[in-house]
């Protein structure tokens, strides 16, 4: 299926997916080809991808919508910051942009304490 990211700065994620994992304004969810159409809010947090090649992708982002229909998934957020980089210099400076995305998204240091774990525990495994 393909999956479409934009933000008002432009296109973030354009490509071939075998799933993806959002949060969603009532908690995460999952999403796999075929999957029934769906429109929800996203909340601040993390959306994962697995894409067809098998490799993983993470993208922090602090709120937006998700249109899902049964082979393709539009996602408009305000904002977002893709956690890769050729190196692990770029990787480290692209976490702390999201960690400051999500800080200026909520008011819950809870809220950013545990999406900054997520995102620095899915970045050592990409």
């Known amino acids: 299926m393909k999956l479409d990211i934009v933000t008002p700065l432009g296109r973030v994620f354009k490509d071939e997916i075998t799933e993806a994992t959002f949060p969603g304004s009532e908690g995460e969810f999952g999403v796999l080809d075929g999957h029934s159409p769906l ?26 919508y998700v249109e899902v229909t049964p082979d393709h998934v ?8 893709p956690i890769a980089g050729p190196d692990e210099s770029s990787i480290a400076q692209a976490i702390e942009k999201a960690k400051q995305l999500l800080k200026d998204a909520t008011d819950s240091d809870a809220l950013v304490a545990t999406v900054s774990a997520k995102i620095e525990n899915v970045a050592r495994n990409l």
Request: charged residues 25%; without cysteine.
């Open 39 to 64: 429109v929800t809010n996203l909340k601040p947090g993390v959306i994962t991808i697995k894409k067809s090649d098998g490799k993983k992708e993470i993208i922090a982002i602090n709120w937006g």
């Open 74 to 81: 539009n996602v408009l957020v305000d904002g977002a910051v």
